[in-house]
């Protein structure tokens, strides 16, 4: 029991390959709205075909045809499998036994979704055909065999056009070909399909498509797909090795006449066009079976004669003409058929034959020329006579063609033979209507406006046959342009009466755009044939409109009132400009409009004028206040405003307008220049040089003020630009300030000895600061140049003598060994006592490191490195000591004497 569940399970999940294909197409067919029919019929061989090949579904994908882009893929059920019937069922021998699968689903197209100009196709794959093809490779899959799928294809165009829904069904209801051929006997069938919307269909023969791939179901793809690879010898010129080969008319009729036995696969497709613009393509694949198994056989015959005549004497064309006076029994022809295979013994003695008829030169339906019986049983050699009868009304006008077809019951497809008559019917007599009012057939008429014109007009026909009237124009509607047309009730044969009467009002119909008019009335009488026999007659009218005095437009910027342009205005940004614009229209006092010509630019520039209206006179203020946020001076400096008045709701609404330009050139601002301050202790120090020592702070304020108030403070901005000197500056503390209105910041410095290099001990800076204004298209600055001389701090070479002798006994009184020199700058003696013996002060020369004091044997009983350091020497006895001081760039060396 798992075993079969399993079997079953992969037969459901996997597709099968198989050699089963025999063609199909898709099909497309609108319901309603949105909703679509999607159809896919496979035909599929009965014979070949392995049952599992038979899919209970098809998965199909749409793609845009612009970028290949999947829209959807569609689920179809397989809902209906009905056999191909043949032509002849009495002929078959199993030789086909086609299948028609029908799967099917109904789904949506949206507009939002499927609108793109260049449309749509839906594409399924499956593998494989028949793989006893004769014309194409379509081996069973693997290794180097080449091997043959369907791609089923159709093309559909967007369900919205410029906005509106577009609907369409592509074409449908193809003829299924079951019935097989013979060699070297004609073969025809029908092989067209109908359009429920009446588009045009083109067909033609194509190269049947492939599959991308050899799977049984390829991966879905948007192609390119494939050809079939065709087999040495045949191709599509070639493609049944026939003569001629298989082809196809625009029509549909597919015909061929094959050599040689086979299976061979062919491809149709239709171009399906709208008003001369294609919008659709649909595919179909299909077999054709070439066997020897027709039975010998003769083609019937068929005869014509005149009523008149006494034989049947025209065997291929014939020619008949009738007069207006014959009657309907006279108004015919007879045919006679006659069938070779009736006088054989392996036709039984018989053979079924029957006609039909075909226009040739024109298209309508003329099966009412055939009698009731077209078919007949010929025995032993006999004939069958039919008579043809042609109607009194010709079908087209003039002379017209048609074929009468005789056919037999030979197999596998009926032999036929071809009577073709040239039929010349004399319509009955009927002479044309005709105007007895007016007479002339063109009247020329000419109003001033509101004016009436009013005519009547009265057609008779001689037959008294009944008058239908059409009225035409020259592309307006009659009654929006003041024209009625009315005809006199009752109506009586052979004789239309009516009226023509227009209404010149402006009031009525717009004539600014046209004031001359065409009416044409035309009758036709609807004899018995309906033979359009036309008259007419035309009326030429034309409308004289008032005349209208022309508003006028100017400005208070210039005396002129003619000036059409304003040159020469320039204002300043953050300066204003004011005017009146005023329109006139002193002669009509009619109804004005003033504007300006571009509103937005108004908003764009920030400028103001109200729309004005009123009779005979209007003006209005424009006016400007010109800021920086409107304009870009780089890009342009002159603007140019046009003012318009218009009088169009006179009467006629004759427009009629007058403009005035505007042109402004546009300058920069006025800017007073920003002016900087650097201060040092509340002394101004701008340009100057400021000497300083290292270990002193330097401290700059800087201000940076402006004049500029209106329309608004400038905003300021206060930095330093440069920064340089011998040595590079470092250390130094500055930050750039923005504000509107006054700034403020300072520089801040505090130099040390790492500002020296290379031994100089003497630097010069350049600082440079700045404070610029923003004042557009104006933008002004002030720079003030600091100079700054950094020294070291000043220091003296003379020697110093350190005391050489202390008494550590707690007296008070010279205790300890120190060199404490006040200040060394003070040599007075009597001032200083201690001068001579002071440490020449640090700098960054030469700094204190340490002192170093050493008994008589070289031991160090005391060290310090603070420069004002004291030794008491406790614990250490009297005696001779020795001191070493140490300075960064020398050493001083002594004896010391230590006493209790």
């Known amino acids: 029991m798992r075993k079969i569940l399993l079997t079953l399970l992969l037969l459901i999940v996997f597709p099968v390959f198989a050699s089963h294909i025999v063609g199909g197409e898709f099909e497309l067919i609108h319901i309603s709205g949105n909703q679509y029919r999607l159809n896919l019929i496979i035909y599929f061989d009965q014979l070949n075909g392995a049952p599992g090949a038979k899919d209970p579904s098809a998965t199909v994908s749409i793609f845009r045809k612009r970028d290949k882009v999947l829209m959807s893929t569609v689920t179809l059920a397989r809902v209906d499998e009905t056999n191909v019937p043949y032509t002849q069922p009495e002929c078959s021998k199993g030789e086909i036994v086609t299948s028609k699968l029908l799967y099917t689903s109904v789904i949506t197209l949206s507009p939002a979704q499927f609108n793109d100009p260049l449309g749509y196709f839906v594409v399924w794959e499956r593998c494989c055909r028949n793989y006893s093809i004769t014309n194409i490779f379509s081996q ?28 369409n069904s592509s074409p449908r209801l193809f003829p299924p070909l079951n019935d097989f051929a013979c060699p070297f006997r004609p073969y025809y069938v029908d092989f067209a399909g109908v359009d429920d919307d009446g588009d045009s269909l083109v067909y033609s023969i194509t190269t049947p498509l492939n599959t991308t791939t050899a799977d049984a179901l390829p991966p879905v793809s948007a192609g390119p797909y494939p050809p079939v690879v065709w087999r040495p010898g045949y191709s599509l010129t070639n493609i049944i090795n026939g003569q001629p080969d298989l082809r196809i008319s625009k029509e549909g009729l597919l015909t061929a006449t094959p050599r040689t036995q086979g299976l061979f696969v062919f491809a149709v497709k239709i171009d399906e066009f709208r008003n001369g613009e294609k919008i659709g393509e649909s595919r179909r694949d299909f077999q054709m079976l070439v066997v020897d198994a027709c039975p010998q056989a003769e083609p019937p ?18 020619s008949v003409s009738f007069s207006n006076t014959v009657t309907n029994a006279d108004r015919c022809i007879d045919v006679r058929v006659s069938d070779p295979d009736a006088s054989k013994l392996e036709t039984n003695f018989s053979e079924r034959v029957s006609i039909r008829v ?27 006579d039919f008579r043809i009868c042609f109607p009194q009304c010709p079908f087209i006008d003039g002379p017209y063609q048609i074929g009468i077809i005789a056919f037999d019951d030979a197999c596998s497809l009926p032999l036929t033979d071809t009577l073709k008559v040239i039929v010349n019917t004399q319509p009955p007599f009927n002479s044309a209507p005709y105007f007895v009012k007016p007479t002339l057939p063109v009247t020329q008429v000419t109003l001033l406006e509101g004016a009436v014109y009013e005519a009547d007009f009265e057609i008779r026909d001689d037959e008294n046959d009944e008058l239908i009237p059409f009225i035409t124009t020259d592309g307006f509607v009659l009654a929006d342009a003041g024209f ?8 009586i044969n052979g004789k239309l009466t009516g009226k023509i009467r227009w209404d010149a009002f402006c009031n009525i119909f717009d004539f600014t755009n046209r004031t001359f008019f ?19 007659v035309t009326f030429k009218f034309q409308v004289i409109l008032p005349g209208n005095a022309d508003p006028v437009i100017d400005t208070d910027l210039t005396p002129n009132p003619n000036e059409r342009t304003v040159l020469n205005i320039q204002r300043r940004i953050n300066e204003s400009l004011t005017f009146t614009v005023t329109g006139t229209d002193l002669v009509d006092h009619d109804f004005l409009t003033l504007d300006v010509v571009k509103r937005d630019s108004l908003e764009f520039y920030g400028a103001t004028f109200a729309a004005a209206s009123g009779n005979g006179s209007i003006s209005s203020l424009f006016n400007w206040d010109i800021r920086c946020a409107n304009f870009d001076l780089n890009k342009h400096s002159t603007v140019v405003f046009t003012f318009v008045v218009k009088d169009a709701t006179n009467k006629c609404r004759i427009y009629k307008a007058d403009t005035v330009d505007v042109q402004v050139k546009i300058l920069p601002p006025l800017n007073a220049k920003p002016l900087l301050t650097i201060q040092n202790e509340n002394e101004t120090v701008n340009e100057q040089t400021l000497t300083y020592q290292t270990g002193n702070t330097i401290l700059l304020t800087l ?12 905003l300021l901005t206060l930095q330093l630009i440069n920064a340089s000197g011998n040595i590079k500056p470092e250390g130094y503390v500055f930050t750039p300030v923005q504000n509107v209105g006054p700034v403020q910041t300072t520089f801040t410095w505090t130099p040390d000895c790492s500002v020296f290099r290379n031994g100089l001990f003497d630097n010069n800076y350049k600082f440079t600061f700045r404070v610029s204004d923003n004042r557009c298209f104006s933008t002004k600055a002030d720079t003030v140049l600091i100079l700054i001389n950094l020294k070291d701090n000043i220091g003296f070479e003379k020697d110093f003598t350190p005391p050489n002798v202390f008494t550590p006994n707690n007296d008070g009184y010279n205790d300890y060994f120190a060199v404490e020199g006040i200040d060394p700058l003070i ?32 031991k160090p009983v005391y060290e310090s490195y603070d420069r004002k350091f004291r030794w008491y020497a406790r614990n250490q006895p009297a005696g001779v000591y020795y001191y070493v001081i140490k300075f960064t760039n020398k050493e001083y060396r002594g004896s010391l004497s230590v006493r209790f």
């Open 358 to 384: 075909v226009p040739l030169n024109f298209r309508k339906d003329i099966s009412s020329i055939l009698p009731e019986v077209t078919t007949a049983l010929l025995t032993n050699g006999s004939t069958r």
């Open 484 to 491: 009625t047309v009315t005809i006199n009730e009752p109506r």
């Open 703 to 714: 201000t940076g003020t402006d004049a500029d108030i209106l329309p608004e403070p400038d």
């Open 301 to 318: 015959a068929i005869t014509g004669k005149k009523l008149t005549d006494a034989a049947f004497i025209y065997a291929e064309n014939m």
């Open 518 to 536: 065409e009416v044409k009335i035309l009758v036709n009488d609807k004899d018995i044939c309906d033979n359009n026999a036309l008259t007419s």
């Open 827 to 858: 040599s007075d003696p009597d001032q200083n006592p201690d001068a001579g013996v002071a440490f020449p002060p640090d700098n960054c020369q030469g700094r204190f490191e340490w002192v170093k004091v050493f008994n008589r044997w070289g």
């Open 140 to 167: 069973v899959p693997g290794g180097a065999n080449i091997s043959a799928g369907q791609t089923f294809y159709l093309e559909f165009p967007p369900v919205v056009k410029n906005g509106e829904p577009f609907r």
